[in-house]
């Protein structure tokens, strides 16, 4: 059995509860769509987040659609998600600091590739003034 990394499993469990917070009538082919995740993945996470308790189903008893379901976050699901957010946001910025740190490195590398560059073209022309 694969090995998951257990950052994309909270981060897609982020994504997840963020997205029933924000509707929790989409179905499950609907809420994989929005996360870009397959179906299979995404009735994977919502199984795992009800036994954790932090999701819970309730059907539509009196709809139509009997297989209309919603998603509710638990408190304890309420919790979780500000929890991860905070996680979530901090690891972006993370992320987002180091990117700045490397952009900056590559600026200066750049420019003193480019200032080397125009020196030695200076000292090749000298050179061939010299002779």
Do not use: W
């Amino acid at each position: 059995m694969p090995e998951v990394d257990q950052s994309d499993s909270s981060e897609i469990h982020f994504q997840v509860l963020r997205a029933i917070a924000q509707n929790p009538d989409l179905t499950q082919r609907e809420l994989a769509a929005v996360l870009g995740i397959s179906l299979g993945k995404a009735n994977y996470c919502l199984k795992a987040l009800v036994v954790k308790g932090l999701v819970k189903i309730e059907s539509f008893a009196k709809s139509k659609n009997k297989l209309g379901y919603a998603y509710l976050l638990t408190p304890q699901g309420v919790a979780q998600k500000a929890a991860l957010t905070t996680s979530f946001l901090r690891h972006k910025l993370e992320e987002y600091e180091s990117l700045r740190s490397e952009i900056e490195m590559l600026k200066l590398e750049n420019a003193n590739s480019a200032s080397t560059s125009v020196q030695e073209k200076k000292d090749l022309q000298v050179e061939a003034q010299a002779k």
